[in-house]
Nanobody, 124 residues
Framework: QVQLVESGGGLVQAGDSLRISCAAS????????MGWFRQAPGKEREFVAA???????TYYADSVKGRFTISRDNAITVYLQMNSLKPEDTAIYYC??????????????????WGSGTQVTVSS
């Protein structure tokens, strides 16, 4: 099992940038993908970005492509750099990890471990 803890959320204005982090602990060597989802009030949890541990391939939702960047600096810390933020990016952002070798990245059901989330609020 992998434990995930997010940090770095906050209140920003439209057009600003923010970087949120995810620190993993436990059996981190078993994770094949790490990613970010978000959930706005009254909405379903939606995929934002993912990073493959082997090869480093990245995946993005169309709504954030070109504005958000997922990266890692080691095997246990993953970042989401968010630029040109919009009010519609307001949500709780959740870090996720999975041990599956083949996944549908956009499906929350394919991810095994979740953090408790960090709030990102973008004011207009």
């Amino acid at each position: 099992q992998v434990q995930l803890v997010e940090s770095g959320g906050g209140l920003v204005q439209a057009g600003d940038s923010l970087r949120i982090s995810c620190a993993a602990s436990g059996r981190t060597f078993t994770s094949t993908f790490m990613g970010w989802f978000r959930q706005a009030p009254g909405k379903e949890r939606e995929f934002v970005a993912a990073l493959a541990r082997s090869g480093g391939a990245t995946y993005y939702a169309d709504s954030v492509k070109g504005r958000f960047t997922i990266s890692r600096d080691n095997a246990i810390t993953v970042y989401l750099q968010m630029n040109s933020l919009k009010p519609e990016d307001t949500a709780i952002y959740y870090c996720a990890a999975t041990t599956r070798k083949a996944i549908v990245v956009v499906s929350p059901l394919h991810w095994d471990s979740w953090g408790s989330g960090t709030q990102v609020t973008v004011s207009s």
